[in-house]
């Protein structure tokens, strides 16, 4: 059986969160919507999947394995009444790795003014420094979510209203240490397209923007998308043979992983292993046999799940 990675989709994101109450109330207060939640009693945790699903959102209605650009919070039963309990945001040490979520929103100005006069925090404002087309919202576990303009900055200046149902979830950012590698690994293993690269040579960094691009991609900006990954490679850090970013699973814990739905399970791994990718789990160990789980360059995990409107498996 093939498979063909134009069919991939970068389904969600996972971070782990100390309170569900607050997470759910933060990230529906940003017009995302509670699409599905696998309880599990036994093994004493929850997941909780939100993704945009208002009258304008490209993915309205679909099956929640046939998305890109889904929040998956997990929350393990008694963080929230654990006073000592904190997660690792991924922007300090010890922890470093992930860096951020990013909402697309209509109007920038009018959505900071939202969420400030909510009484939510920020990590910089779009007055704050130089760079005046982004903000940096914290949330109640204290990671970053970047808030960007589906329109130039300037143009949304005089804007006092902003629509939370046409909101995208953007992308979600990771550091790694050797780009080329990187790229290589989610170009030619992963079937990721790079959209968009932005080089900061004053700054000593760059950005690639990677990911399936859909029938719904054709915009120019990709600011519109969802389900993109960000790297961000700061340079030389490939050239340090000590250099080691966290990958979350460890303590510090936080993120956990991006996820893959497939066309074809059993095929999709297949043909990584013809890839000699590193595994973290095989879909033949343990009990759940419906996930696979890969390591990025860096260590990153990256799930793998069946699309369920392609193929029925799990049936979740």
């Known amino acids: 059986m093939a498979t063909d990675t134009s069919k991939y989709k970068l389904n969600h994101t996972m971070l782990r969160v100390k309170d569900p109450k607050a997470s759910l109330e933060y990230y529906e207060f940003l017009g995302l919507r509670l699409i599905n939640k696998l309880p599990n009693p036994d093994s004493k945790f929850d997941l909780y999947f939100l993704a945009y699903d208002g009258p304008s959102a490209p993915n309205r209605g679909r099956h929640w394995s046939d ?14 009444l654990d006073p000592d309990f904190r997660v690792a945001n991924g922007n300090s040490e010890p922890g470093k790795g992930f860096g951020h979520i990013c909402i697309s929103v ?3 100005q009018a959505a900071c003014r939202r969420i400030e006069d909510a009484g939510y925090p920020f ?14 919202a914290l949330d109640p576990d204290g990671y970053w979510v970047e808030i960007v303009g589906q329109k130039p900055w300037e143009t949304t200046q005089e804007v006092k209203e902003t629509d939370p149902d046409t909101y995208r979830l953007n992308h979600s950012m990771i550091r790694v240490k050797d780009v080329e ?7 030619e293993v992963m079937g ?3 959209v968009r690269t ?3 040579p004053d700054n000593s960094f760059n950005l690639y923007f990677l990911g399936y691009p859909g029938s719904d991609d054709s915009s120019d900006s990709t600011a519109h998308w969802e389900g993109l990954l960000e790297l961000t490679w700061n340079y030389g850090t490939e050239e340090d043979p000590d250099f080691k970013y966290h990958d979350g699973n460890s303590e510090p814990q ?3 992983h991006i996820c893959l739905s497939v066309d074809d399970l059993d095929a999709a791994c297949a043909r990584f292993e013809e890839h000699t990718v590193s595994w973290k789990k095989r879909l033949t160990d343990g009990r ?4 696979a789980f890969v390591l990025d360059p860096d260590g990153y995990w990256i799930e793998l799940i069946q699309n369920e409107r392609i193929k029925k498996r799990a049936n979740w």
């Open 123 to 136: 990590q910089k404002r779009l007055s704050d420094g130089r760079m005046r087309n982004i903000a940096f």
């Open 198 to 200: 932005l080089e900061n």
């Open 254 to 256: 936080g993120f956990g």
């Open 67 to 80: 998305r890109q650009g889904i929040l998956e919070l997990t929350h393990n039963h008694g963080s929230e």
């Open 181 to 187: 590698k990187s790229l290589k690994f989610y170009d």
């Open 192 to 194: 990721m397209k790079l």
């Open 288 to 291: 759940m046999k419906d996930i």
């Open 106 to 108: 209509d109007n920038i």
